[in-house]
């Protein structure tokens, strides 16, 4: 089992790649650039599509070399509306490497400003999601790494346009297959254009059978024909749900809770122009993500399921956003094997996950983790936001937020105390993870964590420094036994779920299990499945454990998204799987309520 999409076989001509496989090239010998730009942004009438509009979506199938992404970017760039965001959402099946990207945009030197911006993003091959943004520009790009079947239903999204470009159907039967198209159908606004450069009769049928209305136009180059598709049906309603997405709502935030998570999503929604006001009687990192240092890395797991593609897109999102605001100290972290049993069951996530989890004599070598200032992070991400710290004041909202730890308002989080400690020595040269972790402080000192407790009572802090020191005599003396001096140490509480799994977005509603429990129990749904989401929800972003520094960003970004009308930048499942709901609706199908 891979974690990973194999990269395409190409042959590399002077015109320029070739995939081997389907027999058929990424863009058009003559020019590339032209074809895009007139089979698929002036084929989706663009750039007066969007002209007046707060955001355009535009969904492709087919990412390729990203050729029609760059393209369509220049043209925002240049002609979008002065305050718009443009979604460009994509599914690959065969990403890129790279390198291989690099080399395709070295025959678009016209769109060099864009394209290195893109190389430097460039998405690691993990199935899944990933969201990329260049907000300078207002731009975002969500890739999705999977096969056209089994991506499309995770989209959650109202697209106004689609670029289809596959491989000919003649060579790549299934990215034109009969599920296609109800799909399409299900994502598309009214209104809705599509853009092709092919004419096979199959897809003419696909697309007027998902209520497009289909006319041929001149093709480009050597092609006689293309087609072009305007979507005239009605946007099919989705079926009720347990775990709805949240519904847009524009008002002023006020967010509960000055941590990470509440960090996170002060900057999601001040990027996208939000008012924010953030509350915590501590001020910001004034309780568990206040630590001296902390480690970023990856929760690793050797099993394709949502959560884990949700978990593995989240660490990706975290590590991009706190590189490129210069927060990361890109050291990597080794993970220490206890035994043989370690030794294999690492080797088969190494195998599974890819480039960079390489086995070593002694563990896991993890290239993408890092180290980073905790307070330094949390900064960064609230700065210019309202912070309150005089919780008692009133304030009337209808958008109220809680990204509290363990004291947040939801039943299913339990609190997890835990202390580090920090002495001076010499620190490793990469952060050392095992069941605890040792790693550098900014300050040149070496911080060792962490004690887990249940419940909200660290211990104290002499105790639980000595038990540290022992641990770590065992997995690292001679780093041990270079300390000096009293060690400081900090405790902290963290909020943890039953699943270990955070939780984002709507609370069970208050009528919840009258309304999803036949459904739970393999019964019909009730009459008032349809209606039974509150119009003003209590939200929620927590319950991170330990891992809120990979995790919180981009579930902040997918709250947004979601308060904004945005595409999700997660898999509906994923999502889903992440859900406040999931707990009562375990406990309805067990019959515990």
């Not at 070598?365 to 008692?392: C, H, K, Q, S, Y």
Request: glycine share 10%; charged share 25%; hydrophobic share 40%.
């Amino acid at each position: 089992m891979k974690l990973y999409c194999d990269p395409p076989d190409l042959d590399w001509r002077e015109t320029g790649p070739v995939a081997r496989e389907f027999g058929d090239i990424y863009f058009s010998v003559e020019d590339g650039l032209a074809e895009t730009r007139a089979v698929f942004l002036a084929g989706c009438g663009l750039p007066e599509a969007w002209q007046g509009k707060d955001q355009f979506v535009i969904g492709e199938l087919g990412f390729g070399t990203g050729l029609n992404f760059l393209a369509a970017w220049q043209l925002w760039k240049e002609t979008g509306p002065a305050k718009g965001w443009l979604h460009f959402i994509s599914i690959e099946k065969f990403p890129l490497r790279r390198d291989m990207a690099e080399q395709a945009f070295a025959a678009f030197p016209q769109l060099a400003g864009l394209s290195w911006q893109l190389i430097a993003k460039w998405p690691q091959p993990l199935k899944g999601p990933h969201r990329l943004r260049f907000d300078e520009d207002r731009v975002t790009l969500t890739v999705f790494h999977d096969d056209i079947a089994s991506a499309l239903p995770q989209i959650e999204a109202d697209v106004d346009a689609w670029f289809l470009d596959g491989f000919s159907p003649a060579n790549n039967e299934a990215m034109w297959a009969d599920a296609v198209w109800p799909e399409l159908a299900r994502l598309s606004k009214p209104g809705a254009r599509a853009a092709t450069f092919t004419v096979a009769g199959a897809v003419r049928r696909g697309l007027q059978s998902a209520g497009f209305e289909v006319e041929k136009e001149p093709g480009f180059g050597r092609k006689r024909e293309r087609l072009e598709a305007v979507f005239k049906a009605q946007s099919t309603l989705a079926p009720p749900t347990p775990f709805p997405r949240v519904r847009p709502n524009d008002e002023t935030a006020i967010i509960r809770g000055g941590g990470i998570a509440g960090a996170s999503l002060a900057y999601a929604l001040q990027k996208r122009g939000r008012k924010v006001t953030l509350l915590d009687p501590n001020g910001l990192a004034g309780g568990a993500s206040g630590a001296p240092s902390g480690l970023l890395t990856p929760r690793l797991e050797n099993a394709d399921r949502p959560h884990v593609r949700a978990t593995l897109a989240a660490f990706e999102y975290a590590r991009q956003l706190y590189s490129d605001l210069g927060l990361l100290r890109e050291e990597g972290a080794l993970r220490l094997f206890k035994d043989e049993g370690e030794r294999s069951r690492y080797a088969a996530i190494a195998e599974a996950m890819g480039d960079g989890y390489d086995i070593r004599d002694n563990g896991l070598w993890m290239e993408r983790a890092g180290r980073f200032n905790p307070m330094e992070v949390v900064e960064t991400l609230a700065e210019g936001t309202r912070v309150i710290t005089d919780t008692e004041r009133v304030m009337e909202a209808s958008l109220i937020i809680d990204c509290r730890g363990p004291v947040a308002a939801m039943s299913d989080l339990s609190p997890g105390a835990g202390r580090v400690s920090v002495w001076y020595g010499t620190p490793p040269e990469y952060p050392i993870v095992w069941g605890g972790y040792v790693s550098a402080t900014d300050d040149g000192r070496v911080l060792v964590g962490a004690t887990h407790e249940l419940g909200a009572e660290a211990g104290l802090p002499r105790a639980a420094s000595d038990k540290l020191l022992a641990d770590l005599k065992t997995r690292c003396p001679d780093i041990a036994a270079g300390f000096s001096g009293e060690p400081e140490s900090w405790a902290g509480v963290r909020a943890t779920t039953p699943d270990r799994l955070p939780v984002f977005g709507p609370l069970p509603p208050h009528d919840f299990a009258a309304v999803w429990g036949s459904s739970a129990r393999g019964g019909p749904l009730t009459d008032r499945a349809d209606d039974s989401t509150e119009s003003s929800p209590r939200l929620i972003l927590s319950g991170f454990g330990s891992r809120g520094f990979a995790h919180a960003p981009l579930l902040a970004e997918a709250l947004a998204s979601d308060l904004c009308g945005e595409p999700s930048p997660l898999e509906k499942s994923g999502r889903e799987t992440l859900h406040p709901s999931r707990f009562e609706f375990r406990r309805l199908k067990r019959g515990e309520i």
